[in-house]
């Protein structure tokens, strides 16, 4: 077995180099449905999408321009979406900014703890408990700022964003980062809520209904198989996704429950890239039929 793992080694590396040449030098169409069968062992039909990831996959692809769509430009801006959220929620849905610029090295000395963020992409955040946290965050924010959505991924939207560093205060308990509260919203219908659970150690993830009732399957990362405490301000957050969510087909917002309110945490257009996997794939069907294609409801601005 030893003599044969190098060969086997070799072959895998060869493999990712030919998928990702190919990926790189398809149309953006035929590269999407290489990845998602990657993922998905099914070939997507993006032509005619059934479920929720080729729904997911198929707008992407549509989205070539701010003249497709410029909303999604403001609300996937982590900074610009707060200021929408104030107007349509009230200032009270909103984290606080202490501190936006390009340049970490400007940010004035603040108190501890709290998360450096970048606005145009997802999964960069430091968290800083102490001045040890801060070593090479300058440099990694450097690189983020420089950084684009990866083209094979095709969320385009991201790229015109003007990319910008910020700050919040950390509004974990006990040094531990809070319930993210993911809500799959097509307009009024909320058919499920997604729960991570030890994010930076253990990462695990949950359904449930928005009565509170755990949903029989999985998503992507492992199964989170306790039960969890249902949200004190579940109803008053539920109202604020499907506020937020009118006119549009699908999106998926963020919250966080707090003992003093809810807290708004962020829109997402395509979550996983359209590439996360359902267990069973059954719910990936399931969940598209609630994809509107005319949406009815009205996108709210805070101007009405």
């Avoid at 707008?59 to 403001?74: C, E, F, H, M, V």
């Avoid at 058919?191 to 150690?201: H, L, M, N, V, Y």
């Avoid at 963020?254 to 979550?271: K, N, V």
């Amino acid at each position: 077995m030893a003599s044969d793992q190098p060969r086997h080694s070799l072959g895998r590396r060869i493999f990712k180099k030919l998928y990702h040449a190919a990926i790189q030098s398809l149309p953006i169409k035929q590269a999407t449905q290489l990845q998602y069968y990657r993922y998905h062992k099914l070939w997507a039909d993006l032509d005619n999408p059934k479920t929720l990831n080729e729904h997911l996959a198929a707008r992407k692809i549509a989205w070539t321009g701010p003249q497709s769509d410029p909303r999604l430009i403001l609300l996937s801006d982590k900074i610009a979406v707060k200021a929408h959220v104030a107007k349509v929620l009230g200032e009270r849905w909103v984290t606080p900014t202490l501190w936006r610029g390009k340049n970490l090295d400007d940010c004035p000395p603040l108190p501890f703890p709290y998360v450096i963020k970048v606005n145009h992409g997802s999964d960069r955040n430091i968290f800083v408990y102490g001045p040890e946290d801060l070593v090479g965050a300058k440099e990694k924010c450097d690189v983020w700022l420089n950084g684009r959505t990866a083209w094979r991924l095709a969320e385009e939207w991201y790229n015109h964003i003007d990319p910008e560093i910020f700050i919040e205060p950390f509004i974990g308990e006990g040094g531990e980062a809070p319930v993210d509260y993911k809500f799959f919203c097509f307009e009024n219908d909320v058919p499920c809520i997604q729960i991570d659970t030890a994010r930076f150690s253990d990462h695990r993830r949950c359904f449930y209904d928005e009565h509170w009732n755990k949903l029989d399957f999985g998503h992507y990362y492992p199964l989170e198989t306790g039960d969890l405490a249902r949200p004190p301000h579940l109803d008053e957050i539920l109202a604020a996704a499907r506020t937020l969510a009118q006119g549009f087909e699908f999106v998926r917002i963020d919250f966080y429950d707090r003992p003093s309110g809810p807290l708004f945490g962020e829109m997402t257009f395509s979550p996983t890239s359209g590439f996360g996997a359902f267990r069973p794939q059954s719910t990936d069907a399931w969940l598209g039929t609630f994809w509107k294609d005319q949406p009815k409801g009205h996108f709210l601005t805070g101007s009405q």
